[in-house]
C-alpha cells in the first residue's frame, strides 16, 4: 500500500473530533488544502517499494529513523502465530492489517489523530461535502467522555431532542467508556429509516429554599430515526432596526459562496449592524474560516499555526473587508470549535466585533489528512493554531467579553438572551428586541 502523492489536505479538527454522527468523525474540523507532495512510500527498502498484499515485506527492513528497541520480527511473528493458531480459521487478513494500523494511530493517545478503512474513509469525505446520512449531529470525546458537540438545525438530532454537552453513555446499548469517536460514529451512522438509540446524561439544575443551585444527574434513552441530511452552511435573515443576522452552522464546502451573497446582499442593505451566530458550529474548512474573516479583517492575519512551540506558518484573509467598519456581534457557545473559534478569536483580536455567549468549545489542533492508494487514510495531529495575537485555542477556547448563558428555560420559553444582549449591543430598544426575536422565531419555524 502507497501513499498517493495528490491527495493531503491538513485539517484543523474541532475538540470533537468533528466527529459526527453525520459520517465520518469530528475529525472535520478546519481543513486546509496543501500543494501536492511526493511522501515516502509505506515499506520502502532503498529503492524498492514494498506492497502489502497478505503478509509481504516480512522479511524487509523498517523505515529509516525507527528506534533499535523496535523489533518487527516480533510484529510478524504475532501476525503469524494469529494467522496460523486462532480458533476460527480462516482469518481475515486484511481485517487484522487494517487493525493494526488503527491501533499504531491510536498509540498516541490523541482523540484525533485517527486511521480510516477505506469505507469510513469515504464516508468521512462525503460529510464535508454537506450531504450524508445519520442522526446530524457532531460528536466529539471532552473531559475522556463521548459528548454532544452540536446537533444541527432541522435534523433529526435537533428534533429528536439533542443538546450540547449531552454525554452519551450507551449507543444502542452498548456502553461507551473508552469507546473512541469512530468507534462511536460507526455505531450511530446508519441508512435513511433506520433507528438508533442514544442513551444520554445530563444535569438537571434546582435552587434550594436558600438560592443555592444544585445539579443533579439523570439519563434518558432518545431514539432517532436516521435521515439524509442536507446541510446549507449559511442563513442571512434580517431583525428589526436593519440588523443582519448571519448564521453559519459549519465552514463546509459551500460557506465561501453562500457567505459572499449573504455579503453582498447586507452591503446593498447598508445594514447598521450584523449577529455572526456561530453558536454550536463545530468547524468545517480552515480556507473558509479565513474567508468568512477576511470580510471584516481584510488580509490581515487571521490564525497562526505552531509546530513543537515554534510559529511555522500564518494565514491572511482572504475576503476583501467589505463588512470593515460595521457594528458586529459573534454569538458563541459551548458548541462553537475549531473554524468557529478561529473566527471569533480573529474578530476579537482585532477589536472589530464583541464576542458574546459561553466559553467554547476548544479545538484548536491541526490536523494532516493523507490517503493511501488502497482508499484508506490517515489523520495525524501536526500543530495547533493560534489567534493573531497568539492565544491558544486548543483545550482553552475562546472567552466571551461578555458571558451570558442560554438556559433549557430560556430554550422552553422560547427566549433567547444571548440574541437580545447583542442586539442590545447593536443599539436595538428592548421593545425593538421583541419584535426582532418574533421575526427570528418566525424565520426559524419555516425553515
Known sequence: ??????????????????????????????????????????????????????????????????????????????????????YKQPV?????????????????????????????????????????????AEIGIKDDQLQVIAPLPDTPADKAGLKTGDYILKINSQDTSNMSVDKAVSLIRGDKGTVVTLNIGRYKTTTDAKGKEKKTPYTLDIPITRDVIVVKSVKLTYLKGNIANVEITNF????????????????????????LDLRSDPGGYLDRAISVAGEWVGDQIVVKERRQGK?????????????????????????????????????????????????????????????????????????????????????????????????????HANRDPQLDKALELLGVKPAQQAAAAATSSKAKSSK
Not at 459551500?254 to 447598521?272: Q, R
Not at 456581534?329 to 478561529?342: F, H, K, P, R, Y
Request: proline share 3%; glycine share 8%.
Open 252 to 275: 463546509n464546502q459551500d460557506t465561501s459562496d453562500l457567505f459572499s451573497k449573504a455579503v453582498d446582499d447586507m452591503v446593498s442593505k447598508d445594514v447598521k449592524g450584523i449577529v
Open 92 to 136: 481475515d487478513e486484511k481485517k487484522m492489517f487494517y487493525g493494526a494500523m488503527s491501533g499504531l494511530a491510536s498509540s498516541l493517545d490523541d482523540p484525533y489523530t485517527v486511521y480510516f478503512e477505506p469505507t469510513t474513509a469515504q464516508e468521512f469525505s462525503d460529510q464535508l461535502q454537506g450531504k450524508f446520512e445519520g442522526i446530524g
Open 311 to 411: 510559529i511555522v506558518d500564518e494565514y491572511h484573509g482572504t475576503g476583501s473587508g467589505r463588512l470593515k467598519g460595521i457594528p458586529t456581534v459573534v454569538l458563541v457557545n459551548q458548541g462553537s470549535a475549531s473554524a468557529s473559534e478561529i473566527v471569533s478569536g480573529c474578530l476579537q483580536d482585532y477589536g472589530v466585533a464583541k464576542i458574546v455567549g459561553m466559553q467554547t468549545f476548544g479545538k484548536g489542533s491541526v490536523q494532516d489528512y493523507t490517503e493511501f492508494s488502497d482508499k484508506s487514510a490517515v489523520k495525524i495531529t501536526i500543530a495547533e493554531w493560534l489567534t493573531p495575537k497568539e492565544r491558544s485555542i486548543n483545550k482553552q477556547g475562546v472567552t466571551p467579553d461578555i458571558k451570558v448563558d442560554k438556559t433549557d428555560d430560556d430554550i
Open 1 to 86: 500500500m502507497q501513499l498517493k502523492s495528490n491527495t493531503r489536505l491538513r485539517w484543523i479538527l474541532k475538540a470533537s473530533g468533528i466527529i459526527a454522527a453525520m459520517a465520518a468523525s469530528f475529525a472535520l474540523g478546519l481543513l486546509v488544502s496543501k500543494p501536492a507532495q511526493t511522501l515516502a512510500a509505506l515499506g520502502q527498502n532503498g529503492s524498492k517499494t514494498v506492497t502489502l498484499a497478505s503478509i509481504v515485506g516480512v522479511n524487509t527492513s523498517p523505515p529509516s529513523g525507527v528506534s533499535s528497541t523496535v523489533d518487527f520480527k516480533e510484529f510478524w511473528d504475532l501476525w503469524q502465530r494469529l494467522k496460523d493458531s486462532y
